[in-house]
């Protein structure tokens, strides 16, 4: 079977290129995974490489799974060899478990999850008693950007001088010291450690190149520093790298993620040749076209113009709504009936943020409908899995420090706090692991007998586990683990019935999953290393008919119908990027991200009244600044909306008014800011009246009236400039006392609370 005869003339191009840098700017909905699969397949079936010489990687494991399987599928039955499909992460733990003893790093290191890395900083706070008022999640969000961007704990003061660097500066040395004393590393010293024994080790990075001699690289758009300097270490005996991505769906700057690394990928690679995929097979022209006309208001972009064959489909449908619970409600009633209209259907609602959720479950439960949310705890996460492969790993790693305290006393079985604080802090003294000082004060005479007596019993159960490993039964390990520390028991002590249950039943299912691995002829380290790279995606629900989940989740996915919902300025952008244009741009991107996963059909919801809380409480929102960049004609505007109070073309229906009434009735004395009313003052009989009505509320809930006559009402989102501070944009205004005052960020100095009649502001 001719292969080519599958794909569109583009898709060809691709797919036939010979040696030498490529990149595919390959838009959504466009095949870029099809791509990548038929060109491994293609130079495969065509002799110019043998499979074992092929890597390919992406960033999630459903993503190289997804490839992996259609690869097979184009080339049947399995070879004697096999091209090398995976995650990055997953390419550097094999390159690492190979090379990283040249570094001085045992082979058995351990992985730190995002949990793990928590709980080290968390004891690093507690152990040095540091001021800073950051968590242990921003102190690591912190860290990671700093290694992203090349920055060691020595340097991290003067490079990023915040107020509190110091304190996360010395967090972020004792951090990496105890990795590095433990063995350890977390998820970008993964892609740090890979890239640094490649290029200290002479020859090392030849050798690997050789070893690989074609590279291809999905979602190129996504890809950090270290991970650019991997491949180019990679690449360093040859120019065969093939990258596919789309430059207006990189949306992962917060975890490090570089958009020059594509935008500049023809300077970086002299010679590359570049072909746009521009040709949709997913949604229909009317939101391929809403897409496009938002993202083309960015500057970083190389530019694409994405049709379909699929015909012009359906107008998006914008539902403006008097509240959240209205605007769920809507969706709600909306969701029903498309199940019922379609039976095999998938659909989803998606949002900025994960709190928003919280209106949309409510009201989803309430209707009977099922639904999963995708961002909740992943499988490899929960406790009760996280504290039987923590067994595992301290018999895998005994200077996993992390580990073992996890599990040094759970369940309870003797050793208290502070017998934990005498551990570690001798650990921390003497510069060993915490168990080695735990086997020599299991024999201590000076301890208490019955705490002594406790270190020696759980000695003597990790000597006996740690007889089990030779047989490679992962599956008996952690039955013996169960039965000799009675974890049953203590599930069952602790939770409730249905709660237990379910925590057995996780348990039950690592279970399976360790005898999966032990069929695959996994080793327990390959087990553990599967575990640590898991993300929630990875057991996303393919069955489930609506998925709830943020716009950042939904990246790579796609469904027949789309509520995207939360539509407003503040939210969506977020508040946080609208000082910055690069910001703003990236929250263009992940609109387009959000607008391309429907297959069929899209919604864009919103409401000026969401409940929040904040110096702005109570200030009605505007509809988000990408719903007016896309094309009138291609929007179809219910709920108050249609009412022309906020920019849109009235339309009568007796529908709307009566939803009007109905929201009118019941929601008005949330509305505003006293709820004292017990109903509203009028009963609207016509849409003039609901207009009249409903923007009164309006007034009444912003607090807009200005103070005096001569003020001059300076409205939230209003960009301004003051003489010492310099440019900002207005975040809120609220009565104080007798005046107003306006609450400012400003690009140079942070935010600043003033009074409108003294702040002498000028509107830019």
């Not at 060809?12 to 840098?21: D, F, L, N, T, Y």
């Not at 097979?281 to 049709?307: C, D, F, H, M, P």
């Not at 943020?550 to 119908?561: I, M, N, R, V, Y």
């Not at 609901?690 to 103070?707: H, P, R």
């Amino acid at each position: 079977m001719d292969i080519l005869s599958q794909l569109n003339p583009e898709q060809q191009r691709a797919v036939k290129h010979g040696a030498g840098p490529a990149l595919v700017l390959a838009g959504a909905g466009s095949g870029k995974t099809r791509v990548i699969a038929y060109r491994i397949a293609y130079l495969i079936r065509n002799a110019a490489a043998r499979p074992e010489t092929i890597l390919a990687v992406t960033f999630t494991n459903k993503a190289a799974a997804e490839m992996r399987q259609r690869v097979q599928q184009i080339l049947g039955p399995s070879r004697s060899a096999e091209p090398l499909i995976s995650t990055f992460h997953s390419f550097c733990v094999r390159l690492l478990r190979k090379e990283i003893h040249q570094l001085g790093y045992r082979r058995d290191f351990s992985i730190y999850d995002t949990d793990d890395q928590k709980r080290l900083v968390k004891n690093i706070l507690n152990e040095t008693g540091l001021g800073t008022e950051r968590t242990p999640r921003e102190i690591l969000s912190r860290i990671s950007f700093a290694k992203n961007h090349g920055t060691p704990p020595e340097r991290y003061a003067e490079r990023f001088p915040w107020e509190d660097s110091r304190d996360v500066q010395q967090v972020y040395t004792h951090y990496n010291r105890r990795l590095q004393s433990t063995h350890s590393l977390d998820f970008d010293d993964l892609l740090l450690k890979a890239a640094e024994v490649l290029r200290k080790v002479p020859g090392l990075a030849n050798d690997w190149s050789d070893r690989y001699r074609y590279i291809l690289v999905d979602e190129y758009q996504d890809t950090n520093r270290p991970q650019y300097d991997l491949l180019r270490l990679l690449t360093s005996r040859h120019r065969n790298l093939f990258v596919v991505g789309d430059e207006d769906q990189s949306i992962y700057k917060f975890r490090g993620a570089d958009i020059q690394n594509i935008l500049r990928f023809e300077k970086d690679f002299p010679g590359a040749k570049t072909i746009k995929l521009e040709q949709n097979y997913r949604s229909s022209q009317n939101i391929l076209s809403a897409a496009g006309a938002v993202v083309q208001n960015n500057t970083e972009r190389k530019g694409k113009i994405l049709w379909t064959d699929n015909g012009s489909g359906d107008v998006i449908t914008c539902y403006s709504a008097g509240s959240a619970r209205e605007e769920a409600a809507w969706i709600a009633e909306r969701m029903g009936d498309i199940l019922l209209r379609e039976p095999g259907g998938h659909s989803a609602i998606l949002y900025r943020t994960n709190f928003l959720s919280r209106s949309f479950e409510d009201v989803l439960t309430d209707a009977g409908i099922p639904y999963a949310v995708v961002g909740s705890v992943a499988f490899f996460q929960r406790m009760e899995v996280k504290d039987l492969l923590a067994y595992l790993r301290i018999l895998f790693n005994p200077e996993d420090d992390v580990a073992l305290l996890r599990i040094i006393n759970t369940p309870p079985r003797g050793i208290g706090k502070a017998s934990v604080d005498m551990l570690t802090e001798i650990a921390l003294e003497t510069d060993v692991p915490i168990l080695r000082v735990l086997r020599e004060k299991s024999h201590d005479p000076g301890l208490p007998a019955r705490t002594a007596r406790a270190l020696h019993r759980f000695q003597d159960l990790l000597d006996k586990w740690n007889g089990l490993k030779d047989t490679g039964s992962i599956a008996r390990i952690l039955d013996a683990v169960l039965k000799d520390v009675q974890y049953e028991q203590m599930i069952r002590r602790m939770e409730t019935a249905s709660e237990a249950e379910n925590r057995l039943a996780n348990i039950e299912e690592l279970m399976r999953a360790a005898g999966e691995s032990e069929q695959r002829g996994e080793s327990i380290s390959e087990f553990l290393d599967r575990a640590s790279l898991s993300s929630e995606l990875d057991h996303l629900d393919p069955d489930a008919r609506v998925s709830l989940m943020t716009l950042h989740s939904a990246k790579g996915l796609e469904f027949d119908t789309v509520f995207l919902a939360a539509l407003e300025e503040g939210l969506f952008p977020h508040s946080h990027s609208l000082n910055s244009p690069e910001d703003l741009e990236e929250e263009r991107r992940l609109c387009y991200v959000g607008i391309t996963r429907a297959r069929k059909k899209l919604f864009l919801t919103w409401t000026p009244f969401r409940k929040h809380f904040g110096p702005d409480a109570g200030m009605p929102a505007r509809i988000s600044r990408f719903v007016s960049e896309m094309p009138p004609e291609l929007l179809q505007r219910t709920g108050i909306d249609a009412l022309g109070l906020y920019g849109a073309k009235p339309r009568a229906s007796n529908s709307f008014l009566e939803w009007g009434k109905r929201t009118a009735a019941r929601d008005a004395p949330a509305i505003g800011r006293t709820a004292a009313r017990k109903g509203p003052e009028v009963q609207p009989k016509s849409i003039a009246e609901l207009k009249a009505y409903l923007e009164k509320q309006q007034k009444n809930s912003a607090g807009l009236a200005a103070t005096t006559p001569e003020a001059k009402a300076i409205k939230a989102g209003t960009r301004v400039r003051h003489d010492r501070f310099g440019d900002g944009i207005v975040l809120s205004r609220e009565r104080s006392g007798g005046d107003v005052k306006l609450v400012v960020s400003f690009s140079r100095v942070g935010r600043k609370s003033l009074i409108e009649r003294y702040a002498k502001l000028k509107v830019l």
